[in-house]
């Protein structure tokens, strides 16, 4: 099965929201101008973790996180990922300095109280309205005052009651005029459900 609750989170399949955010990334150079380039990054929920290797390698990160509720999944996938796609062993050394990684619930995360990263991403993570807060309270807890939120995501998740539309109304809800939320792209594929990516700031 894709999800455990609160054993497995789906870290070891590829979800497809996770490719959005990278095809996102390279047809927007000045987004990633703006707020990949030599800052700060955070991906919640990271599994494959190609967004935030997408900024590490390609897009000249300074720091990037890596987050996943599993540390089997961080350990065999994530940074295994990682390596794979450098390319270059000379690099690797420089390169897992810049790389940071944590295992965890979410409330976990919220307690690190990080305040450091400039710019979180998101792939596929609101799937479950009952995670929200704790989801709300990790992003809170990292993010730097003026940082950013991309988050990709199915409009709605069938079997498990989350969507991008909840999501965004719990957020207005907690944040109210603070926080500005855009769907900067719509993906209608034809081929499952229909995909959004947001913007919060």
């Known amino acids: 099965t894709d999800l455990v609750k609160y054993k497995y989170e789906g870290g070891f399949k590829l979800w497809e929201c996770s490719e959005d955010l990278v ?112 989801l709300y309270r990790a992003i809170k807890s990292s993010l730097k005052k003026g940082g950013k939120v991309l988050c990709g995501a199915k409009s709605y998740y069938f079997g498990c009651g989350g969507s991008t539309k909840q999501f965004k109304e719990f957020i207005q809800q907690k944040e109210g005029s603070n926080v500005k939320i855009e769907t900067v792209k719509d993906i209608m594929d034809g081929t499952s459900n229909v995909r959004e990516i947001l913007l919060f700031t």
């Open 23 to 134: 095809e996102f990334m390279t047809s927007n150079l000045n987004f990633v101008e703006e707020n990949v380039k030599n800052k700060n990054i955070l991906e919640l929920g990271c599994g494959h973790s190609l967004p935030s290797i997408h900024c590490l390698l390609y897009c000249n990160a300074n720091i990037c996180a890596f987050q996943d509720y599993n540390h089997d999944v961080i350990e065999n996938l994530t940074i295994p990922n990682i390596i794979v796609n450098l390319n270059d062993e000379k690099l690797l050394d420089k390169t897992m300095e810049r790389c940071e990684f944590y295992s965890g619930d979410w409330g976990f995360m919220s307690e690190q109280q990080l305040n450091k990263f400039d710019l979180i991403l998101m792939s596929d993570t609101i799937y479950h309205v009952d995670s929200y807060d704790r």
